[in-house]
C-alpha cells in the first residue's frame, strides 16, 4: 500500500484495477483487443511498461504466488508476458513454486512459463526438488526467504501487552486461511480450543499474534472471536492490535519464549530470532522451510491433523528441548541469512553478465 510506505527509495506505480474510462481509445482497444491478443496488456500495466523503461530488472515477488494455494496464477502469468515482452531480465525471488500435481495442464504450463525467467530463485528445498522433477533446472538457484534478514523494529505498546512480554509469553498466531485446508468447517472452535489448551498448560502467558490482517484474511478478527469463545479471559492472554507493521511483529515474536504459528511470514519471524517454533502448515513451502532448517519435520503441524491436544503435546516438548532448540536456531539463522541475501548476489551476476553482452 503506496499510503503507508515509509522507505522513500520504493515508488510505487501500481498497475490498473479496472478497465480504461468507458468510450475513451483505451476502452476501445481494451474490448477489442482483449479476446485477440495480449495487446490489452499493456493498458492494464501501462505503469509496469513505463517503469520498466527505467529499469534493469523486473522482479516477481510474493512468496506463493506461483502455487495453487489461491488458485490458479493467471493474472501473474499475464503479468509476466507483459514483462517478458520488454526483454529485460525477470526474475522470480525468494518463492515457493507447486506443486501442480492436482492440475497437469497447468503444471505443463507453469514449467514453459517458468523455463522464460531469467532466475528463479526458491527459498527451499523441497522447492527446488519440485521444479527438477518437472524439468525446470537450469535457472533456478536456492536462496532463502527475504523475510530473515529483516531488521525487527519495537513498536509502541500497551501496558498490558509489555507486562505480559515481561513473562515470556508464548505467541500463538492463528489464521483463518489455514482452515480452509481442513474438511470439518469447525476451524474457529478448534482455535478456541488450542488457545484454551495453552492457557491451561501453565508455561507461561499466552500472546495472541496477528500478522495478516487485510479484510478479506485478517488473523486478528478470527482470533479475536476464538478468544471469545475459548473463555479464556482470566489474564493469562493477550491479543496483540492489528495496527503494527511486519518489522514490529518481529520484535514482540522475538521476545517469546516459544512460538506456534500458521503464518508463514510469521514462523520465519520466529525462527530468524532463534524463538524455538511450531509451524502450522498446509502446503510444501512449511515443509521446505522446516527440513531446511531443522533437518526434519517434527516442529510442524498439518493444519489438517491439528487438535488442541496434539498441539498441547508438541508444545511440551519444545518447551522441554528449549534451550537445544535454541542453540540450533542460532547456529542455523545466520546460514538461511546469508542465504537470503545470495539472492542479490545472483542478481547482481546476472545484470553484469548482460551488460558485457
Not at 127 to 137: C, E, F, G, P
Not at 184 to 199: N, Q
Request: aromatic content about 6%; hydrophobic content about 40%.
Amino acid at each position: 500500500d503506496a499510503r503507508k510506505e515509509n522507505d522513500t527509495r520504493v515508488e510505487h506505480r501500481p498497475h490498473a484495477e479496472r478497465p480504461p474510462a468507458r468510450l475513451g481509445s483505451d476502452w476501445w482497444r481494451y474490448r477489442v483487443m482483449r479476446r485477440r491478443s495480449v495487446d490489452w496488456l499493456d493498458i492494464v500495466y501501462r505503469a509496469q511498461n513505463e517503469a520498466l523503461t527505467e529499469a534493469d530488472c523486473a522482479l516477481e515477488i510474493g512468496g506463493d504466488n506461483y502455487t495453487l494455494d489461491y488458485g490458479a496464477p493467471d493474472v501473474f502469468v499475464r503479468l509476466d508476458e507483459v514483462l517478458l515482452r520488454s526483454g529485460k531480465p525477470l526474475v522470480l525471488w525468494g518463492a515457493s513454486v507447486g506443486p501442480f500435481l492436482k492440475s497437469p495442464e497447468i503444471e505443463a504450463a507453469l514449467r514453459d512459463h517458468l523455463r522464460k525467467f531469467s532466475l528463479v530463485l526458491v527459498r527451499e528445498t523441497e522447492t527446488v526438488a519440485y521444479l527438477d522433477s518437472i524439468r525446470v533446472v537450469d535457472n533456478v538457484r536456492l536462496v532463502a526467504d527475504p523475510a530473515f534478514v529483516m531488521p525487527p523494529r519495537e513498536p509502541e505498546l500497551e501496558e498490558d501487552i509489555r507486562e505480559v512480554l515481561d513473562g515470556r509469553p508464548i505467541g500463538l498466531n492463528l489464521s483463518p486461511l489455514a482452515g480452509t485446508y481442513r474438511d470439518s468447517g469447525e476451524w474457529l472452535e478448534l482455535a478456541a480450543d488450542c488457545i484454551r489448551a495453552l492457557t491451561q498448560m501453565d508455561i507461561g502467558p499466552v500472546l495472541l499474534v496477528p500478522h495478516v490482517t487485510i479484510s478479506d484474511s485478517n488473523d486478528y478478527s478470527f482470533m479475536e472471536q476464538a478468544l471469545g469463545i475459548s473463555g479464556a479471559g482470566n489474564g493469562l492472554v493477550r491479543l496483540v492490535p492489528p495496527t503494527l507493521s511486519a518489522a514490529e511483529y518481529k520484535w514482540i515474536i522475538s521476545r517469546l519464549r516459544a512460538f506456534v504459528g500458521a503464518r508463514t511470514h510469521a514462523t520465519i519471524a520466529s525462527l530468524s530470532s532463534c524463538v524455538p517454533t511450531i509451524s502450522i502448515g498446509y502446503s510444501q513451502k512449511a515443509r521446505g522451510i522446516n527440513n531446511d532448517i531443522f533437518g526434519h519435520i517434527d516442529w510442524l503441524l498439518p493444519v489438517a491433523e491439528l487438535s488442541s491436544e496434539l498441539l498441547e503435546e508438541r508444545l511440551w516438548e519444545l518447551v522441554t528441548r528449549e534451550t537445544e532448540v535454541r542453540r540450533h536456531l542460532e547456529l542455523v539463522a545466520p546460514k538461511m541469512k546469508h542465504r537470503a541475501r545470495e539472492a542479490a548476489d545472483h542478481i547482481a551476476a546476472l545484470l553484469s553478465d548482460r551488460a558485457e553482452e
